[in-house]
């Protein structure tokens, strides 16, 4: 009997979103798995059958769009649906567990096994559990790194100046193993990169406000950004913006941006525009040193340490408000460099710093 309300549920809850038609957008199922793509309406464990897990006695997080995360078992995701609506995107049905399970506006479905991809846990604010039908929800909060233009936007509201610093690639955990005095002496907050955690990605999500979903950028290919950017934002406010990066603009932004050879020319660059309302920098061979020697390697961790030197004398240049977080972090790849992309706690944890 329990079986037959199961699918008639699940059945139901299909029927009633066949109406989208054609492919959906993506929903990326990833975590202690193969990751898995989803597009089209389908049963929650066969999506999760699909990706494959890889331990038993894993566990579900639905991470929102607005950093608001559900985390449910495995064991109890019968009668449960991922669907697709113009009104919430992506969302969980589940009519046996408590409300707070259907969570909307769905970035990502991470399968948490018992090994890397439990760390994460540690970044998120746990808010309280509901049970219903003898089923759990814990409802966690997490900061994302798209509160970068939502706080510099506020600020520049207030009629406040901005600067944005990027040191790209700079985790959580590699910035506290460095000798960074100045970073280290500011109140830094752990923050979840958006998935995959790559820069351009990242650079989107800080420029945007929202995830991939929504601004469009998911990969390295794809550089043409669905929603507008701070700077347009700026402009409106009638307000000056200037954005320094390296050698090439990995996306496309609606102002142009000023090139640098290294990041001691996007430093020098950076000290030209510092009469802008809002200025973003974009420094980036700390990915550079870390890809070739690793995240925790010497010349890794010297490089931080010049970097740091960089954002302090920017900081404390700056009149106004300094935010500073970064778009990924590495782990080490069995070479001996560093890698990242994947949904590992030292690619995705990385600091937020308001000074």
Known sequence: MKRMISITMIAALLLTFAGC?????????????????????????EAIELAGPR????DILLIGSDGLVARVSGDEISGCALVYSRENAWELRSELHPPSANVKNLALVAIVGP?????????????????????????????????????????????????????????WEMLQRADAPFLQSLRAERALACYPPISPVGLASMLTGVTPDIHGIRDRENREMACEDIFAKAVKLGKT????????????TSIAPVLSLNDEEVYENARKNLASDLLFVHFHEIDDTAQQYGPYARQTLQKIREIDGYV????QDFDGRVIITADHGLHEAPDGGGY???FKSEDMIVPYIIK
């Not at 049970?131 to 506020?154: E, F, G, H, P, Q």
């Open 115 to 171: 090994q890397d991809t439990r760390a994460l846990l540690r970044l998120l604010k746990e808010e309280g559990t509901s049970t219903k039908n003898n089923r759990s929800v814990t409802v966690y909060t997490t900061l994302v790194i798209t509160k970068t233009a939502a706080d510099a936007l506020r600020f520049l509201e207030r009629g406040e100046r901005v600067l944005v610093i990027e040191p790209d690639g700079l985790g």
């Open 55 to 58: 331990a038993a006695g894993f």
């Open 21 to 45: 038609g054609g492919p959906l957008p993506a929903l990326t199922i990833t975590g202690d798995c193969e990751e898995f793509n989803l597009t089209r309406n389908m049963p929650l464990a």
């Open 340 to 342: 990242h992309g994947d």
């Open 241 to 252: 913006s200037a954005y320094i990066e390296s050698r090439n603009a990995l996306i496309k």
């Open 312 to 315: 302090q004398a920017l900081a």
